[in-house]
């Protein structure tokens, strides 16, 4: 799992010099908003993607409960762009296929026409978790990027139904466990029991907005989080 200034580390400095760190880099973000399974990132589609305001706004089919979900990417996370490098993958990628991700070729900065299967999900995590100095890196699965996803949003304060849309769990008992897991929220409970203030020097900002359109024509919650300040916007025109 990452923290959420280990994800925006790594957005920063992770430099996209070939093929594939541009893949691995657009792969780790669309799994991180979107809380996927890795079976869930090698199936989107181009269908699945569309720009919304300047964001991607993001269909997926959840794997498990057989029902579909959306989020949205924002045009910026933090200090980093992603529509230059969603861009330059799009324009280099084979568009006779349905899915999304492909695998790079070694010799140059393009991908072949073979599909990006879900084994290799994992081996991207274990790649930036060794890229992070993560101790176990080589541990690092693919299940590391819809955790950290959670975890992020449980740091922020998200309640349970929040964290249930967002990862569409249908048990209360697994995003509990998230919230009961969040260092942040152990920190708030020390600080209070102790009178202490908390250590709160973050200034890194991230979007992390989960959109439940379950039902069509509901409306959208966009959360937006910035310095752990929470907004939430309720919008029923925005998928109008």
């Known amino acids: 799992m990452f923290s959420r200034e280990e ?24 799994a991180i908003f979107g809380a996927l399974r890795s079976s869930e990132v090698v199936q989107l589609t181009w269908e699945d993607v569309t720009y919304l305001n300047g964001d991607l706004f993001v269909k997926v089919n959840r794997a498990k409960n057989g ?7 924002p045009r910026k996370i933090g200090e980093y762009e992603v529509g230059p490098d ?26 072949t026409d073979q599909y990006v ?20 890196s080589s541990e690092f699965t693919g299940h590391a990027f819809r955790r950290t996803s959670a975890t992020i949003l449980a740091d922020l304060g998200a309640t349970i139904l929040d964290l249930k849309r967002h990862g569409s769990w249908k048990s209360d008992s697994v995003a509990e466990g998230y919230v009961a897991q969040s260092l942040d929220a152990k920190q708030k409970i020390a600080s209070k029991i102790s009178g202490n203030k908390p250590n709160n020097n973050d200034e890194a900002q991230i ?10 024509g509901s409306p959208a919650t ?13 919008d029923p025109n925005i998928l109008k």
Request: charge should be positive.
């Open 7 to 30: 994800f925006l580390q790594f957005l920063r400095d992770y430099e996209v010099t070939t093929a594939r760190r541009r893949l691995i880099k657009l792969i780790c973000i669309f």
């Open 222 to 234: 966009v959360m937006y989080f910035n310095n752990c300040n929470v907004n939430v916007v309720q």
């Open 117 to 136: 299967g879900r084994n290799s999900i994992g081996g991207y995590a274990a790649e930036i978790a060794e890229f992070l100095e993560k101790e176990n």
């Open 67 to 73: 029902g579909q979900a959306s989020f949205l990417i």
């Open 86 to 111: 969603w861009k330059s993958y799009v324009d280099k990628v084979p568009h006779k296929k349905d899915r999304i991700w492909f695998t790079p070729n070694r010799a140059r900065d393009s991908y």
């Open 207 to 216: 979007i992390l907005p989960p959109i439940d359109v379950s039902k069509q």
